[in-house]
């Protein structure tokens, strides 16, 4: 019986000085679709992050299917090699590979022997209940873990910045969600999300590149290159390919994302308010002379250059107002009928009891490597202070970028690592007894 | 000292050296031992007294740590956790010791589990309510175990099949209500504890109080921006009134105190000269001004100006004046004839009013209600009154609610007079009647 044991009674609380942890080499798994993290419970950092992006070329005749996985491996310039994602939306699309990427980012620095080790994985809110047991059927059929639990990546966020309660604003590569949280509990209903998240950005700026006719190269495509004055031609000696051995365009995509991510981190920015980015009216824009900050120089791999002005405002603006999100390139999302950040978080509020209104606008946690973009903060600071001029709004960011970045594994590796948290694991008992669905009624 | 040694050293003096007492060589030594390394004998008997201005780093190396003994050892050990209802074993690193290793895990104290009532079919009922099911009452109380009673939680989850849509007051009214009613059936209520009728109490619920209580947290939270400042503009209104309320008291006080002026009855004809004046400044200085060195001060200045000789200017103006002292008081009456006489209308539209009677002093209006009655019907009045839940001062004592007032007080009284005699002529007839009938039937 459970409760033959000593429990402290309901309405003690438990004391702030005992010292909650208790490590049991547990192993956190945090797979998102830019990058998979996996590191040892209880640690700061995981010490495992490799892309979510791999390299694949595909059966010929006698030889078989290869795959290329790992930060070393994938960027090899290989003929034939498409680069693809098992993931999409924010979920596991393709379980051929998902498992191998999972394995793989476990076992090239933590351990080999799964076996010994109980797994925490993440998940996003809006996972459903057949991925679900998919994930537990892998970590136990396959993986062969002694005990397996599958914890919200939104409450796992929150977690890391010490809130069970509050406002979980996640900008992810292949969507932003927002995710309210209660006592480490999910709101289901107030769960939104809409795909602006860093792809969303990457493609913006590719598509701006497109339609101001600056060329986008990637450096592996750059064999040596001369210093050129801005706005001139590259200088430049391209590497060429001897026909049939040239990569594919999915390997050039990938490697001009990392362009476009060096971009994104050092010249694009958002634009603070007050309100929307004013509209862009020709070359000489109202925008351009109302920001008083002065551009920002950007060098492309072959050494072109060239200053940006507004327009690293606009490539932006598009998160937060998706009417004026560029729209010249196919599979961009619908301007009109996309939500936009504050569109989203108002719909996340309305759903939420209004006894928790105050407490979770006063915890509003920012995270996500996407929210690392200039200004973000201080835009969504200001749009919720705007859209509720009532309650007090506290918006919270970690200003440690590893801790923005991998706050979902961060919060996965406190978790484990408490020692009120072991009694809710799934064993591997409970698992053959049960089968999958014990994951529908544990994981909650 | 030691610099004092060093002269006598370098002057090579050294009987009287020897003759000196015992003490100083002791204090000496003193100071030699105070002194710290890397110091010189000289410069540290210069620095006297006083610690030296800066750190003095000791090129030494850490004391080497005493340890306890052997190092404790851990050990990577198995363990199970009493609140898991599996036997499943973790292992974790434990501290290696000789006690028994079958105690307890230390962690499952926090295994607290909320105490959610169930109940039978026979309980059940009673419990019946025309909104829920049976089924649907079960699942509330499953989804209340599985959450720990987190109603916001569990209104988040609630998806009972074909089940109507509840709002989290829904809810927490049928939990409550099935607790409360299962607590009474259990234990009747005149049965129960102290502690138990607490908890009976506690469990009454008011949806329709917090329902409108939600409507109203929403309506505070749905501000806008404009009344939101508003109200901060109220607030720190509010706040300032409040800081200075104390100092607007003060200040009406000391108002109301200058204002308490000498009588002022009798006509200002004796003022008019400057005799008058010098006579009602003396009257004032002495008589209102309460603070003794304002008043000596006043008082020498008085004097210096009575005592010396008047100058010419002063003397010029009281010749002057006594002249005209006598012209003046037949002028100051005539003024007062001249006065013309205000019709009615006049009087309201300018709001003059004549008093019949005027004590000294300022005065409220309401405390000056003449009281028309008098004596026990006084007192009978003012019951009526209070009855008719009329105030006993008003709170507008214009000359008109006053006077209004002042005549409700007299009809009052007309009446309970009126009811008193009626009373008692009703009484004499009745003892008529009754001394009448006698006869009759003597008769």
Known sequence: MSHLHQTLSSNQAPSTVEYGGDEISAIVLDPGTAWTRAGFAGEDTPKSVIPSDYGVIDAVGDEPRKLFIGDNDVHAIRPGMEIRNPMSDGIVSDWDTAPLLWRAAITSRLTTTLAEHPLLMTEPSWNPPKNREKTIEIAFEDFDVPAFYLAKSGVCAGFASGKATGLVIDVGASNISITPIHDGLVLRKGCTRSPLGGSFLSDQIRAYFASAAIPLTAHYQVLSKNAVEAWKPADAVYKTFAPGQEPTDSYKRFQEERVLTEFKEYTAQVWTGPGPLPPSTGAHDAATSLLSTTGRPFEFPDGYNLVFNSERHRVAEGIFHPPSMLTNYAGHPDPSSTLGLNALIHASMKDVDIELKQLILNNVVITGAGSLVYGFTDRVNAEIAAAFPGPRVRVMAAGNSVERRYAGWLGGSILASLGAFHQLWISRKEYDEHGAGIVEKRCK | ??????????????????????????????????????????????????????????????????????????????????????????????????????????????????????????????????????????????????????????????????????????????????????????????????????????????????????????????????????????????????????????????????????????????????????????????????????????????????????????????????????????????????????????????????????????????????????????????????????????????????????QLQSNVGILLDTKKLLEKVEQELRVLKAQQDAAKEDT
């Not at chain 2, 190092?71 to 198995?78: F, R, T, V």
């Not at chain 2, 089924?135 to 989804?143: A, Q, S």
């Not at chain 2, 501000?223 to 508003?230: F, M």
């Not at chain 2, 007192?379 to 009526?384: D, E, L, N, T």
């Open chain 2, 1 to 406: 000292m030691s610099g004092f040694q060093d002269v006598r050293d370098v002057m090579d003096i050294s009987g009287p050296s020897e003759s000196t007492p015992r003490a100083p060589p002791l204090k000496k030594q003193k100071t030699v031992e105070k002194r710290p390394d890397g110091i010189t004998r000289e410069l540290f008997a210069l620095l006297g007294e006083n610690p030296p201005p800066v750190a003095i780093v000791e090129n030494k190396f850490k004391e080497k740590p005493k340890w306890m003994g052997k190092a404790n050892p851990w050990e990577w050990k198995d363990f199970t956790n009493p609140a898991r209802t599996d036997s499943l074993i973790l292992r974790h690193w434990e501290r290696k010791s000789k006690e028994p290793p079958d105690l307890e895990y230390r962690f499952s104290k926090f295994d607290v589990k909320v105490d959610i009532p169930t109940y039978s079919d026979g309980e059940y009922e009673i419990l019946k309510d025309l909104d829920w099911s049976r089924e649907e009452t079960d699942y509330l109380f499953d989804l209340c175990r599985e959450y720990d009673l987190r109603f916001i939680i569990i209104w988040d989850r609630y998806d009972f099949p074909n089940g109507k849509s509840r709002s989290v007051e829904d809810l927490k009214a049928r939990y409550y209500s099935v607790c409360r009613s299962l607590m009474e059936l259990r234990t009747p209520l005149n049965r129960m504890s102290p502690e138990e009728t607490q908890i009976f109490n506690m469990l009454n619920f008011d949806k329709e109080r917090e329902t409108s209580r939600k409507k109203m947290a929403n309506v505070l939270f749905a501000r806008t921006p404009e009344q939101v400042k508003e109200e901060e503009m109220l607030l720190a209104e509010l706040k300032r009134i409040v800081t200075n309320q104390q100092r607007t008291l003060e200040e009406r006080k000391d108002l109301f105190n200058r204002l308490e002026m000498p009588s002022s009855q009798g006509s200002i004809a004796g003022y008019t000269g400057s005799q008058g004046l010098a006579a009602l400044r003396e009257f004032m200085v002495n008589s209102s001004d309460k603070n003794k060195k304002r008043k000596s001060i006043a008082m020498g200045a008085n004097t210096g100006a009575d005592g010396s000789q008047p100058s010419p200017a002063v003397a010029s103006i009281s010749e002057k004046a006594s002249t005209a002292i006598a012209a003046s008081q037949k002028e100051a009456i005539q003024p007062k004839k001249q006065a013309r006489k205000l019709s009615g209308e006049e009087m309201k539209e300018y709001g003059v009013i004549y008093h019949d009677k005027l004590s000294q002093g300022i005065k409220f209006r309401s405390s000056m209600v003449a009281t028309n009655v008098k004596g026990g019907t006084a007192q009978k009045v003012s019951q009526a009154l209070a009855q008719l839940e009329i105030a006993q001062r008003l709170t507008m004592p214009t000359s008109k609610t006053i006077q209004k007032y002042e």
